[in-house]
């Protein structure tokens, strides 16, 4: 992959989706399509953004037994796509029998450790845990099912490098606080800083009143 940076497309109108796509460059950033666009315009919405020169990253979050999950990406495997997430607590069994279904394809597998959008009182309740007590497990077990990296959230990207070797997409990337549902977050340069491989930024590229100028800025930021 060329780029740290991962512009979310989370639309599910096609000319919507291709309005956002138009005013992006593959040369500064890849395209993360996630359930929201997969589900509603389907593996379409993926090939165009591979024709118009973007890497995709596949989103979908997978989580299910081992063979659903195995047999999902199955069909997934032939399409342009570069990275794709299944939960990691989805469990180790599950984890290896989705870097089996990549063999033979250059497709990286990334565990979702914590949801950003939890707090550690939702984490608590979720899974008797904090939720950089959450990562550190799911971290352990993404790295015995040899996945090739992990989502988690700036904060917790420490735990990430200081106990492995695995790649990390970070979401939660704000140039704010936007008090909106995200609530565990940084800013790019302090992401990228903290050993962050791939940030994901949706709203405050998408969303800007000028997506090739945020684009351009936050990409400029991170190379500072």
Do not use: W
Not at 75 to 91: D, Q, R, Y
Not at 141 to 155: E, F, R, W
Not at 194 to 210: E, K, M, Q, Y
Request: glycine share 6%; with cysteine; net charge neutral.
């Amino acid at each position: 992959m060329k780029h740290s940076i991962i512009v979310a497309l989370d639309e599910h109108n096609q000319e919507k989706f291709d309005d956002v796509l138009s005013q992006l460059d593959p040369s500064l950033c890849m395209v993360k399509i996630g359930s929201v666009s997969f589900n509603s315009l389907g593996r379409k919405c993926v090939l165009k953004a591979a024709e118009k020169g973007f890497d995709v990253f596949l989103d979908l979050k997978l989580h299910d037994i081992p063979n659903t999950v195995k047999k999902s990406i199955d069909g997934l495997v032939n399409l342009p796509i570069k990275m794709m997430t299944v939960h990691a607590s989805g469990g180790q069994k599950m984890l290896e029998e989705s870097v089996a279904a990549t063999i033979n394809t250059d497709i990286k597998i990334f565990g979702v450790t914590a949801l950003t959008s939890l707090s550690d009182s939702d984490t608590n309740y979720i899974y008797k845990r904090q939720a950089e007590e959450q990562v550190l497990a799911m971290i352990g077990l993404a790295t015995k099912s040899n996945i090739h990296g992990v989502v988690c959230s700036p904060q917790e990207l420490s735990l990430v490098k200081n106990n492995s070797n695995l790649l990390t997409i970070t979401p939660g990337i704000r140039l704010k606080s936007l008090n909106d549902d995200q609530a565990r977050v940084m800013t790019p340069k302090q992401a990228i800083d903290n050993g962050s491989d791939f940030l994901v930024i949706g709203r405050p590229i998408t969303a800007s009143n000028d997506i090739k100028k945020s684009l351009i800025e936050i990409h400029d930021s991170i190379k500072k």
